[in-house]
Protein backbone atom coordinates (compact mmCIF):
# COMPACT_ATOMS: atom_id res chain seq x y z
CA UNK A 1 0.00 0.00 0.00
CA UNK A 2 1.56 3.43 -0.96
CA UNK A 3 0.62 6.68 1.03
CA UNK A 4 -1.91 8.04 1.80
CA UNK A 5 -3.26 12.21 1.28
CA UNK A 6 -5.86 14.27 2.25
CA UNK A 7 -5.93 17.44 3.60
CA UNK A 8 -6.70 19.54 6.79
CA UNK A 9 -6.51 23.33 7.64
CA UNK A 10 -2.75 22.53 8.53
CA UNK A 11 -1.66 22.00 5.30
CA UNK A 12 -2.09 18.55 3.34
CA UNK A 13 -2.06 15.05 5.64
CA UNK A 14 -0.03 11.91 4.59
CA UNK A 15 -0.57 8.75 6.07
CA UNK A 16 2.22 6.11 5.41
CA UNK A 17 4.46 3.02 7.46
CA UNK A 18 7.24 5.33 9.04
CA UNK A 19 10.37 5.81 7.79
CA UNK A 20 13.31 6.79 9.18
CA UNK A 21 12.50 9.30 11.97
CA UNK A 22 15.45 11.44 13.69
CA UNK A 23 16.11 11.21 17.23
CA UNK A 24 14.56 14.13 17.95
CA UNK A 25 11.54 13.22 16.17
CA UNK A 26 11.36 9.82 17.54
CA UNK A 27 12.02 11.30 20.93
CA UNK A 28 9.01 13.75 20.58
CA UNK A 29 6.67 10.79 19.34
CA UNK A 30 7.65 8.41 22.66
CA UNK A 31 6.52 11.50 24.67
CA UNK A 32 3.59 12.63 23.44
CA UNK A 33 2.33 8.72 22.93
CA UNK A 34 3.31 8.10 26.52
CA UNK A 35 1.76 11.14 27.85
CA UNK A 36 -1.74 10.12 25.95
CA UNK A 37 -1.20 6.77 27.65
CA UNK A 38 -0.88 7.76 30.49
CA UNK A 39 -3.65 11.03 30.50
CA UNK A 40 -6.41 7.89 29.19
CA UNK A 41 -4.78 4.79 31.68
CA UNK A 42 -3.65 6.51 34.40
CA UNK A 43 -5.81 5.11 37.16
CA UNK A 44 -4.44 1.78 36.77
CA UNK A 45 -0.68 2.83 36.18
CA UNK A 46 1.81 4.09 38.18
CA UNK A 47 2.80 7.85 37.83
CA UNK A 48 6.35 7.86 39.48
CA UNK A 49 7.80 6.81 36.48
CA UNK A 50 8.42 3.36 36.24
CA UNK A 51 5.50 2.75 33.93
CA UNK A 52 5.92 3.78 29.84
CA UNK A 53 3.77 2.51 27.30
CA UNK A 54 6.51 2.53 24.43
CA UNK A 55 10.61 4.26 24.63
CA UNK A 56 12.78 4.83 21.45
CA UNK A 57 14.48 1.70 20.98
CA UNK A 58 10.92 0.12 20.74
CA UNK A 59 10.03 2.77 18.84
CA UNK A 60 12.97 2.18 16.10
CA UNK A 61 12.06 -1.79 16.26
CA UNK A 62 8.39 -1.05 15.23
CA UNK A 63 9.93 1.24 12.66
CA UNK A 64 12.60 -1.58 11.34
CA UNK A 65 9.36 -3.91 11.60
CA UNK A 66 7.06 -1.81 9.47
CA UNK A 67 4.79 -1.50 11.97
CA UNK A 68 4.45 1.98 12.38
CA UNK A 69 1.91 4.17 10.53
CA UNK A 70 1.84 7.72 10.81
CA UNK A 71 -0.19 10.68 10.09
CA UNK A 72 1.82 13.90 9.07
CA UNK A 73 0.44 17.47 8.61
CA UNK A 74 2.25 20.45 8.22
CA UNK A 75 5.39 18.37 8.76
CA UNK A 76 4.74 17.23 11.75
CA UNK A 77 3.27 14.18 13.01
CA UNK A 78 0.04 14.38 13.89
CA UNK A 79 -0.97 10.84 14.74
CA UNK A 80 0.16 7.18 15.07
CA UNK A 81 -1.33 3.50 14.66
CA UNK A 82 0.64 0.11 15.20
CA UNK A 83 -0.07 -2.72 12.52
CA UNK A 84 0.93 -6.00 13.90
CA UNK A 85 0.76 -9.58 13.51
CA UNK A 86 0.15 -12.13 16.58
CA UNK A 87 -0.75 -15.72 16.69
CA UNK A 88 -1.58 -15.56 12.86
CA UNK A 89 -4.31 -12.54 13.47
CA UNK A 90 -3.97 -9.21 12.57
CA UNK A 91 -3.85 -6.40 15.57
CA UNK A 92 -3.50 -2.72 15.46
CA UNK A 93 -2.78 -0.59 18.54
CA UNK A 94 -1.12 2.78 19.33
CA UNK A 95 -3.85 4.70 17.87
CA UNK A 96 -3.09 8.39 18.95
CA UNK A 97 -3.49 11.84 18.07
CA UNK A 98 -1.68 15.05 18.90
CA UNK A 99 -3.75 17.24 20.67
CA UNK A 100 -4.52 19.64 17.94
CA UNK A 101 -5.33 17.41 15.59
CA UNK A 102 -8.29 15.44 17.65
CA UNK A 103 -11.50 15.74 16.65
CA UNK A 104 -10.44 16.30 12.88
CA UNK A 105 -11.01 12.87 11.60
CA UNK A 106 -7.50 11.60 11.55
CA UNK A 107 -8.26 8.66 13.52
CA UNK A 108 -10.34 7.54 11.10
CA UNK A 109 -8.01 8.10 8.54
CA UNK A 110 -5.80 5.79 9.88
CA UNK A 111 -8.15 3.86 10.30
CA UNK A 112 -8.90 3.44 6.78
CA UNK A 113 -5.70 3.39 5.85
CA UNK A 114 -4.57 0.31 8.16
CA UNK A 115 -7.78 -1.63 6.60
CA UNK A 116 -7.15 -0.73 2.82
CA UNK A 117 -3.81 -1.92 3.46
CA UNK A 118 -4.99 -5.21 4.72
CA UNK A 119 -7.45 -5.66 2.34
CA UNK A 120 -4.53 -5.02 -0.60
CA UNK A 121 -2.58 -8.05 1.04
CA UNK A 122 -5.72 -10.27 1.12
CA UNK A 123 -6.30 -10.02 5.16
CA UNK A 124 -10.43 -9.76 6.17
CA UNK A 125 -10.10 -9.51 9.73
CA UNK A 126 -8.48 -6.91 12.13
CA UNK A 127 -8.36 -7.19 15.77
CA UNK A 128 -7.84 -4.19 18.49
CA UNK A 129 -7.01 -4.74 22.47
CA UNK A 130 -8.66 -2.31 24.87
CA UNK A 131 -7.72 -2.67 28.33
CA UNK A 132 -9.96 -2.39 31.16
CA UNK A 133 -9.73 -1.70 35.07
CA UNK A 134 -11.57 -4.22 37.46
CA UNK A 135 -11.38 -1.36 39.76
CA UNK A 136 -11.96 2.23 38.26
CA UNK A 137 -14.28 3.20 36.01
CA UNK A 138 -12.62 4.38 32.15
CA UNK A 139 -14.48 6.43 30.61
CA UNK A 140 -12.53 7.58 28.09
CA UNK A 141 -12.05 3.68 27.41
CA UNK A 142 -15.32 3.11 27.48
CA UNK A 143 -16.10 5.88 24.68
CA UNK A 144 -13.35 4.59 22.44
CA UNK A 145 -14.56 0.95 22.37
CA UNK A 146 -18.18 2.89 21.40
CA UNK A 147 -16.01 4.10 18.37
CA UNK A 148 -14.51 0.94 17.62
CA UNK A 149 -17.98 -0.39 17.90
CA UNK A 150 -19.70 2.25 15.42
CA UNK A 151 -17.11 1.35 13.49
CA UNK A 152 -18.10 -2.19 12.58
CA UNK A 153 -15.90 -3.62 15.02
CA UNK A 154 -18.07 -6.34 17.68
CA UNK A 155 -16.81 -8.00 21.06
CA UNK A 156 -14.58 -10.80 20.75
CA UNK A 157 -12.76 -11.85 23.87
CA UNK A 158 -11.92 -10.63 27.35
CA UNK A 159 -8.43 -12.04 28.17
CA UNK A 160 -6.65 -11.18 31.72
CA UNK A 161 -3.97 -8.35 31.13
CA UNK A 162 -1.73 -10.76 33.37
CA UNK A 163 -2.00 -13.48 30.35
CA UNK A 164 -0.63 -11.09 27.83
CA UNK A 165 1.90 -9.06 29.82
CA UNK A 166 2.87 -10.86 32.77
CA UNK A 167 5.58 -8.26 33.59
CA UNK A 168 3.71 -5.07 32.92
CA UNK A 169 0.99 -6.72 34.89
CA UNK A 170 2.71 -6.78 38.03
CA UNK A 171 2.90 -3.08 37.47
CA UNK A 172 -0.95 -2.34 37.51
CA UNK A 173 -2.63 -0.52 40.28
CA UNK A 174 -5.37 -2.60 39.90
CA UNK A 175 -6.50 -5.85 37.95
CA UNK A 176 -6.99 -5.04 34.32
CA UNK A 177 -7.90 -7.19 30.93
CA UNK A 178 -8.10 -6.58 27.54
CA UNK A 179 -11.47 -6.68 25.75
CA UNK A 180 -10.48 -7.67 22.04
CA UNK A 181 -12.78 -6.78 19.51
CA UNK A 182 -12.98 -7.81 15.66
CA UNK A 183 -13.78 -6.40 12.72
CA UNK A 184 -14.59 -8.44 8.83
CA UNK A 185 -13.25 -6.18 6.70
Not at 60 to 89: A, P
Not at 134 to 147: A, N, Q
Not at 150 to 179: C, M, N, R, W
Request: proline share 4%; with cysteine; net charge negative.
Amino acid sequence: MTSSTHSHKNGPIRIDFAAKLSPAEIKNLVQEINDIYLEEEGAIWPDDGTYERINAPEVEKLIEQEELILGWCGGFISSTIRLYQKEGRWYFGLLTTNRQYRGKGMASQLMTFVEAHLKSIGIHELYIEIIFSKGVDMPRKESLKVWYLSKGFETDDLIEFSQVDPEKSKLLKHPAYFEVLKKIL
